[in-house]
């Protein structure tokens, strides 16, 4: 039996076939840019298919195999990947639609408070009202100078050609000052309002999870504070203005033309009812197509990201046309995507315009023909002809202003969604101020795994007393990062405890647990900023001299006394400026100045020579003597004086205790040992 979505899932039709190219229309592709891109990603994994392209806009499917290679035909591939997608459970939101609402919500939630809206507002009304009042001047002042042929006495005339010709100079004097200053109080409003939503944008992401940006990835991150919160800023700067634009002249100008003509108005807006529901089937083709668009963005800057990152071991590999090529592949189905959502809003916009411009022409006509045989006044044919056209713009005006009101409703959708996502670790109410720290930490049968169905940590349990130094070692991938990592709970284990001076991790108060904790990393950060700065992470508030006396003890005052600015010198993007070692060094000092009571070296020292390694760790020893310390090492010889070690062995402690006693086992340490004595 099938479940019902795979059923759903099941509804497709071959469109065209080639020979190693098919074309398949799938009706559950449609709004559905997640399964769109599953489906790419599922299909390509077979072994003869050499491209897919899934679109959720067309609902199509365009399949490229090479024909003798590929076993199975793609229908089967194709219902055997929708199957299984559509009944994993999959993130995507309800979209088109259903989610009308709840998007104009979204994009409500994320406008200045209306406090904020009144003065541009009021700006756009009073701008936009005069400009429509000197457009009918000039009527006026046409229908003036032509009055003497329509029999008015002469001196009327001429009064009434002085006065309209007057307002209109006052009109639009006046207006050009308005004009310059709703313009500002528009552009003032959104630039403000862009850099506030692009702080919370920021706060809310780093209070996010591990895990969930993990999950997220830098593209998507990068694109919210970026692109995002630009599209809302400039939807507010231009298009709530062009809204009231429209809506004034097909107010105002609308009631006239009514009033003036309403017979002409009616032959011209006969088509418009038919207009309605394709139009409205459009949009939300439009909006599909933008959210998608949205989508691919994210992942082609996601693999700039990551190609910019990774320049040097590319161009190690020489694999630079293997990555332009990656890239613009990326780039490529980007611009597919923009292709799709430009074509979708051009083909509504002109749908609309062309309805429009036929009732346009249709109504000339029809005036022209009743001018001329008497029954229209000149004026009013004239008024008309004038009236139309504004009335026409602003309805196009507001059709282009859906356009940008879709992409506005996805980018504020998207952005809502990371504003309202809490963070599933949260602080405990235990306060643990810095300086009251003992440095005991204990693991108490602790068990964790990244993805629920795989154990990285299989209930391991130790104890550190305050001021001891507890080292781990093991082969790479056997847990020793990780265990750090729960300690400054960027994950929550799935069983057991963690507990620092005797308080679960959980109960703690998340700041004071990471203010407890110095840590220095596998591949520390620097960021881009001198070496004073890259230090005084540690603690913003400290003095030259202590930021010279940690360099000191992290073995960095040679090396940085050496650089042309010293402390001032540039490390240039990620520390790039400096050797792998160079950074290390810097690391550790943050670390130290930090002075926090519990230090954490991940193979802090691992790019530097033997010897250099051992004077750094004896002399932050000594530097922080009442801190207890969590050493992780690969060279034995470092940590044969720590008071416990703890080798660690594909997620389990296979040995513990004191170097002596772990070489008279003869395990696991005392083989490694023996190894490394061989260097
Ligand atoms: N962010 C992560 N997501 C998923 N798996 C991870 C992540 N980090 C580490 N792992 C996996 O967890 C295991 C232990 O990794 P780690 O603690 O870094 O090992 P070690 O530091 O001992 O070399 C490895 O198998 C690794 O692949
Ligand atoms: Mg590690």
């Known amino acids: 039996m099938t479940s019902p979505s795979a059923a759903a899932a099941a509804r497709m039709r071959l469109r065209?076939?080639?020979?190693?190219?098919?074309?398949?229309?799938?009706?559950?592709?449609?709004?559905?840019?997640?399964?769109?891109?599953?489906?790419?990603?599922?299909?390509?994994?077979?072994?003869?298919?050499?491209?897919?392209?899934?679109?959720?806009?067309?609902?199509?499917?365009?399949?490229?195999?090479?024909?003798?290679?590929?076993?199975?035909?793609?229908?089967?591939?194709?219902?055997?990947?929708?199957?299984?997608?559509?009944?994993?459970?999959?993130?995507?939101?309800?979209?088109?639609?259903?989610?009308?609402?709840?998007?104009?919500?979204?994009?409500?939630?994320?406008?200045?408070?209306?406090?904020?809206?009144?003065?541009?507002?009021?700006?756009?009304?009073?701008?936009?009202?005069?400009?429509?009042?000197?457009?009918?001047?000039?009527?006026?002042?046409?229908?003036?100078?032509?009055?003497?042929?329509?029999?008015?006495?002469?001196?009327?005339?001429?009064?009434?050609?002085?006065?309209?010709?007057?307002?209109?100079?006052?009109?639009?004097?006046?207006?050009?000052?308005?004009?310059?200053?709703?313009?500002?109080?528009?552009?003032?409003?959104?630039?403000?309002?862009?850099?506030?939503?692009?702080?919370?944008?920021?706060?809310?992401?780093?209070?996010?999870?591990?895990?969930?940006?993990?999950?997220?990835?830098?593209?998507?991150?990068?694109?919210?504070?970026?692109?995002?919160?630009?599209?809302?800023?400039?939807?507010?700067?231009?298009?709530?203005?062009?809204?009231?634009?429209?809506?004034?002249?097909?107010?105002?100008?609308?009631?006239?033309?009514?009033?003036?003509?309403?017979?002409?108005?009616?032959?011209?807006?006969?088509?418009?009812?038919?207009?309605?529901?394709?139009?409205?089937?459009?949009?939300r083709r439009t909006a599909a197509a933008r959210t998608h668009q949205n989508e691919r963005l994210d992942r082609f800057t996601q693999h700039l990201e990551n190609s910019f990152a990774g320049i040097i071991d590319i161009k190690s590999f020489t694999a630079e046309q293997d990555d332009v090529r990656r890239v613009s592949e990326s780039a490529r189905r980007l611009a597919d995507a923009e292709l799709e959502a430009g074509e979708a809003a051009s083909l509504e916009a002109h749908l609309m315009q062309?309805?429009?411009?036929?009732?346009?022409?249709?109504m000339t006509l029809y005036g022209g023909w009743k001018a001329r045989k008497g029954l229209l006044s000149s004026e009013v044919f004239a008024r008309t002809m004038y009236l139309f056209p504004q009335v026409l713009g602003a309805l196009g005006g507001v059709g282009g202003a859906l356009g940008s009101y879709h992409s506005a409703v996805s980018s504020a959708e998207r952005i809502q969604e990371m504003l309202a996502s809490r963070p599933s670790i949260q602080g405990g109410p235990v306060r643990l101020p810095k300086a009251q720290v003992r440095g005991e930490v204990r693991f108490d049968d602790v068990s964790f795994g990244y993805a629920p169905s795989t154990t990285v940590i299989h209930g391991i349990s130790l104890h550190l007393r305050p001021g001891e130094t507890l080292a781990i070692v093991g082969p790479t991938g056997s847990g020793k990062s990780t265990l750090l990592k729960l300690l400054l709970r960027f994950h929550d284990v799935r069983a057991g405890s963690i507990q620092v001076d005797g308080h679960d991790l959980r109960e703690l108060n998340l700041e004071d647990l990471r203010s407890a904790i110095g840590i220095v990393g596998q591949e520390p950060f620097l960021f881009e900023g001198t070496v004073k700065d890259n230090v005084l992470l540690g603690d913003p508030g400290a003095s030259d001299a202590e930021v010279a006396e940690a360099l000191d003890n992290a073995g960095a005052s040679q090396f940085v006394e050496a650089l042309p600015d010293r402390m001032d010198a540039q490390v240039g993007e990620r520390g790039r400026k400096l050797s792998g070692g160079q950074r290390q060094r810097i690391a550790i000092a943050r670390a130290l100045l930090k002075k926090a009571p519990i230090l954490a070296l991940d193979e802090a020292t691992s790019h530097l020579d033997y010897e250099t390694e051992a004077a750094i760790q004896r002399s932050v020893r000594n530097a922080s003597s009442r801190m207890s310390m969590i050493v992780v090492a690969h060279r034995l010889s470092t940590i044969r004086h720590a008071d416990v070690i703890l080798v660690l062995d594909q997620g389990r402690v296979r040995e513990m205790g004191r170097h002596e006693a772990l070489l008279a086992q003869g395990g696991l340490y005392a083989f490694l040992w023996s190894l490394q004595q061989g260097e």
């Open 16 to 283: 065209s076939s080639l020979p190693g190219r098919e074309r398949w229309e799938v009706d559950a592709l449609s709004d559905a840019p997640a399964l769109a891109a599953a489906l790419e990603k599922a299909l390509l994994s077979h072994v003869g298919v050499s491209k897919v392209s899934a679109s959720a806009v067309s609902g199509r499917v365009l399949v490229f195999f090479i024909p003798d290679t590929l076993v199975t035909p793609v229908e089967s591939l194709l219902r055997e990947a929708l199957q299984r997608l559509s009944s994993e459970p999959t993130s995507e939101p309800e979209r088109g639609a259903v989610s009308g609402e709840r998007s104009s919500r979204s994009l409500m939630a994320l406008l200045p408070e209306r406090a904020r809206l009144v003065r541009p507002l009021a700006l756009s009304v009073v701008s936009h009202g005069l400009s429509i009042a000197q457009g009918l001047l000039v009527v006026a002042t046409l229908n003036a100078a032509l009055a003497k042929r329509s029999g008015l006495p002469r001196g009327d005339a001429d009064s009434r050609f002085g006065v309209v010709g007057t307002l209109l100079m006052l009109f639009t004097g006046v207006n050009q000052y308005v004009q310059h200053e709703r313009k500002r109080a528009w552009r003032q409003l959104a630039r403000n309002h862009e850099q506030a939503l692009r702080a919370r944008l920021l706060a809310a992401i780093e209070a996010q999870d591990v895990s969930t940006l993990d999950a997220q990835g830098t593209g998507r991150l990068l694109s919210l504070v970026t692109k995002d919160a630009a599209r809302l800023a400039s939807f507010l700067e231009r298009d709530v203005d062009d809204a009231v634009n429209s809506a004034l002249v097909i107010l105002v100008s609308g009631t006239l033309l009514l009033t003036t003509s309403p017979l002409l108005v009616l032959v011209a807006c006969l088509p418009v009812p038919f207009m309605v529901p394709l139009l409205r089937k459009l949009g």
């Open 354 to 362: 062309g309805a429009f411009a036929t009732g346009f022409v249709v």
